[in-house]
């Protein structure tokens, strides 16, 4: 079992930063890819960035792309989402996932692929 935390929500004005945070707990994170997703009021939740186990690779949404920055630092069971440039569009809750896999590129892009999730932590940007 792994236990997700979010953290580092708020408010910033259209073109600011904010850098997210997911504190994991129970398991080292060290065998689990990674994963941020986001849902705006009465859309769907979208996929934002994904990590492999070995960080050795990563993904990105095409609206988050040259934006946000994707990171672990498995010492710390942490991943961490930056956010530069954010845009009113952006606003939304992020949730943290995270799924055990064996390959270490592997990435994850589906949310119904992630089995641990976190409560989420509300980011919103004003214009």
């Known amino acids: 079992q792994v236990q997700l935390v979010e953290s580092g929500g708020g408010l910033v004005q259209a073109g600011g930063s904010l850098r997210v945070s997911c504190a994991a707990s129970?398991?080292?994170?060290?065998?689990?890819?990674m994963c941020w997703f986001r849902q705006a009021p009465g859309q769907e939740r979208e996929f934002v960035a994904g990590?492999?186990?070995?960080?050795?690779?990563?993904d990105y949404a095409e609206s988050v792309k040259g934006r946000f920055t994707i990171s672990r630092d498995d010492a710390k069971t942490t991943v961490y989402l930056r956010m530069n440039s954010l845009k009113p569009e952006d606003t939304a809750i992020y949730y943290c996932?995270?799924?055990?896999?064996?390959?270490?590129?592997?990435?994850?892009?589906?949310?119904?692929?992630?089995?641990?999730w976190g409560q989420g932590t509300q980011v919103t940007v004003s214009s």
């Open positions: 129970g398991r080292t994170t060290s065998s689990y890819a």
């Open positions: 990590i492999s186990r070995s960080a050795g690779a990563t």
């Open positions: 996932a995270a799924e055990s896999v064996v390959f270490p590129l592997r990435l994850l892009s589906v949310a119904s692929e992630y089995t641990y």
